[in-house]
């Protein structure tokens, strides 16, 4: 969300971080309160969410939560007319209402059923101006499609307003059919691709009504007025939404050119989605191996608009790669494999609550501060660097003394802290793989690391990355950390920028025109700086200076 | 002897440390050992060592194969750059990624190997047709085709190995040109070989430079 509920008491508003714990019947979390967000805003972006009806206005009386201890602002007026005097008295607000002075502890009674949709940090979202030349069917979604992720969010696009936000795991993932390693594997069938294609459309539908119902309180008139929805995403992905087979992504001819993708049904689409107004615009994806979401998030950070040569990385299932030298882009993807994104590992885990997401030589941080489930891939990163440090392990990928069946377990009495050989191995290819990209993309545009003025790493992947564990590791070249940017939801910012700004489609055209596609499959020195950086180590240097 | 510099040699071939094998090896060369006895005494046997390790190691990975390969084969090009004379090779084997595969680098663990076995390599790169196998295996007078397949429809195709089983078949090569395979799909049906037309599979690169070394010993006593 966007939008921060009027506040009486925000001028008195303290300026630091406030930790809050914060129970219901099922569950306590542990989180930072910001102080320019309200309770409900924090609560949205985790597992544990206040029931609510209306975009945080105060104004539906949902959101309803006790505070057991610590300072907060007076109750507001919407607070005020909503509660009992008596409940107030008690300690009982809202919570879209609500901001804590001091450390807390709250208590949810009726939390919000259960939902694996959460709100972004809308903080490095696009900020829209509006356009009022948009008179009807107002509203729009963007979509970013990943392989395991789905983001969204859902506009007016007349006043240029942000209603909300969510992210998601999409459920291809959740069925434990990861569409990308078996796309390697093996030939989907028409009906698996179908399948999957249908439960991508449904995940955007759940989201999109996730918002409408939490954040505006209303569905059906909105989805009526609904006049366009923008999807980027991984090619594979945007094929298989569209209702095609995977079929044309195995032909090696695809690999580098463009891939038409155009919904088959469109009519059916917007019917099933009662959107009868909506144009279903999916973003063309810049070939078979190269999505539409690195062209967004091209347009995100506005590197093709720079003099200076800036390097992006956008890591995932499969982890796309561009280098800008001033005038011409370079873009690739290479198979990042689950690495980066905790599936597949014996204990990976997605950047979630009990995700141990910071790894130190005093101890373990999981999110939430919630009991250990396993590693997000920064908190495994983290680890291999203190396994290295600690000469636990070497820098060939083996351990000093070979584990027990239980694997290395980093904390003794924890089991989900176990790291096994076989991860590494898929961490060193996977690191391998990404390193080599870069270098090769780099040696193309005749550019060396240290005259790239930035470094972008796009995806929730950087959200939590320590980069010193990553250049420990020689997953990033080692740059100065100013250098070097990290933004979690590019390519939904990227994807708003081409839903919302006018002059968006154009920008994103300049991109294409600039952009040479490199398939590294041919590139035999690829594949030695491939093999040249499967040690872990800090990149060579000697190669790029 | 040599023997001081085995242990360091095997040691940094072990930690996959591709500087401090070549620093070995040239330490032995200023010492006045021969490149000779260097790849015949040193990088063969560490290969070979290597090679019953991995199998037994539980620890061992796919990057370390990777990377042991190569330092294999970098060591035995530059010694071989300073042989007095051309060594003689064992055999020849034509390698490739099957016809619509663009995977190429399952195979480069079983070029590196096999070029530190004296087994000359000609490597055809990926997406390459059956035509193109045999055509290369007949000109080249290779003993051994070896098709890498990394996804199933590439491994089962007709355009892939079964077209290269054809394409001998119909010139009467069997007997001249075995066809071994290797790559994912194998592992998880090890009668898959035998489908696919081929004489011979390997679980990994390592153990194929060996599954092809002996099938170049079968045509070529």
């Known amino acids: ?545 | 002897m040599l023997d001081a510099y085995i242990q360091s040699y095997n040691q940094a071939v072990f930690e996959t440390d591709k500087q401090a094998a070549l620093d070995v090896v040239n330490q032995a060369l200023s010492d006045g050992f021969s490149p000779e006895d260097i790849v015949f005494k040193l990088v063969i046997p560490a290969v070979e060592l290597m090679m019953t390790l991995i199998e037994k190691d539980p620890d061992a990975n796919l990057a370390q194969h990777f990377m042991t390969a190569q330092i294999a084969a970098d060591v035995t090009e530059k010694m071989l750059e300073k042989f007095s004379k051309p060594p003689e090779m064992i055999g020849r084997v034509v390698i490739g990624a099957a016809y619509g595969d663009l995977h190429s680098l399952g195979k480069r663990i079983v070029s590196g190997c096999l070029k530190s076995l004296m087994v000359d390599v000609v490597d055809l790169g990926t997406n390459v047709s059956a035509e193109k196998f045999v055509d290369t295996a007949m000109t080249e007078n290779a003993q051994v085709i070896a098709v890498s397949a990394m996804m199933v429809h590439t491994a089962t195709s007709e355009k892939g190995s079964l077209g290269v089983r054809a394409l001998l078949q119909e010139r009467g090569l069997e007997q001249q040109i075995k066809l071994a395979v290797g790559g994912a799909p194998y592992r998880f049906d090890p009668e898959l070989y035998i489908q696919v037309g081929a004489d011979a599979w390997a679980p990994d690169g390592v153990t194929a430079a060996k599954v092809i070394v002996d099938l170049i010993r079968e045509v070529k006593p």
């Open chain 1, 1 to 545: 969300m966007t939008t921060i509920a009027p506040n009486a008491g925000q001028t008195a508003s303290p300026a630091s971080d406030m930790l809050a714990t914060v129970s219901s019947d099922e569950q306590t979390l542990r989180v930072m309160l910001k102080p320019h967000l309200s309770v409900r805003q924090v609560l949205d972006a985790t597992d544990l969410r206040v029931r609510a009806a209306c975009g945080g206005l105060g104004t539906c009386g949902a959101c309803l939560i006790q505070t057991v201890s610590g300072e907060f602002n007076p109750p507001t007026l919407a607070e005020r007319q909503k509660l009992l005097p008596e409940d107030l008295a008690n300690g009982m607000r809202l919570a879209c209402q609500l901001r804590a002075y001091s450390d807390c502890e709250l208590y949810l009674e009726n939390p919000a059923p259960h939902s694996a949709w959460k709100s972004l940090d809308p903080t490095q979202l696009y900020q829209a101006s509006g356009n009022p030349a948009i008179s009807e069917h107002v509203y729009g979604v963007a979509v970013d499609l990943g392989t395991t992720h789905i983001r969204l969010s859902v506009w007016n696009r007349q006043s240029g307003r942000r209603i909300g936000t969510r992210y998601s795991i999409n459920p291809q993932v959740a069925h434990g059919a990861d569409v990308l390693t078996r796309l390697d594997a093996e030939r989907l069938d028409v009906q698996d691709c179908l399948r999957i294609g249908q439960q991508a459309r449904e995940a955007i539908m759940d989201g999109i009504r996730d918002i409408l119902s939490r954040d505006m309180g209303e569905i059906t008139p909105v989805l009526a007025a609904l006049g366009k929805v923008l999807i980027v995403g991984n090619t594979a992905m945007l094929t298989l939404i569209c209702g095609n087979s995977g079929d044309s992504l195995y032909q090696p001819e695809n690999w580098q050119s463009p891939i038409a993708c155009q919904p088959t049904d469109a009519d059916a689409w917007r019917q099933i989605w009662r959107t009868p107004h909506a144009d279903i615009d999916i973003a063309q994806p810049l070939a078979g191996f190269i999505g539409s979401d690195l062209l967004a998030d091209l347009l995100a950070t506005g590197i093709t608009e720079q003099s200076q040569p800036m390097l992006l990385a956008d890591f995932g299932t499969n982890t796309e790669i561009a280098v800008w030298d001033g005038t011409n882009l370079w873009a690739s993807s290479v198979p990042g494999g689950p690495a980066f994104e905790g599936v597949g590992m014996r204990n990976g885990l997605t950047a979630e609550a009990g995700a141990i997401c910071k790894v130190s030589a005093s101890g373990l941080q999981t999110i939430g501060d919630a009991q250990a489930r396993g590693y997000c891939a920064s908190g495994f990163i983290d680890a291999i660097a203190l396994l290295l440090d600690k000469k636990h392990l070497k820098p060939s990928g083996r351990f000093a003394e070979p584990p027990t069946e239980q694997g290395f377990l980093l904390q003794a009495d924890m089991p989900k802290s176990a790291i096994f050989a076989s991860d590494i191995d898929i961490f060193q290819r996977a690191k391998a793989s990404t390193a080599a990209a870069m270098a090769q993309l780099l040696a193309l545009a005749g550019l060396k690391v240290n005259e790239l003025d930035r470094l972008w790493i796009c995806g929730s992947f950087g959200q939590h990355l320590d980069l010193n564990s990553a250049f420990r590791v020689g997953l990033l070249p080692t740059l100065p950390s100013e250098r070097i940017s990290l933004l979690a939801n590019a390519s939904l910012a990227g994807c708003e920028q081409l839903l919302l700004n006018p002059a968006g489609p154009n920008l994103l055209n300049d991109i294409v025109q600039r952009a040479r596609t490199i398939n590294l499959g041919g590139v035999f020195e690829y594949e030695n700086r491939f093999i040249d950086n499967l040690r872990l180590q800090p990149m060579p240097i000697g190669e790029y200076e």
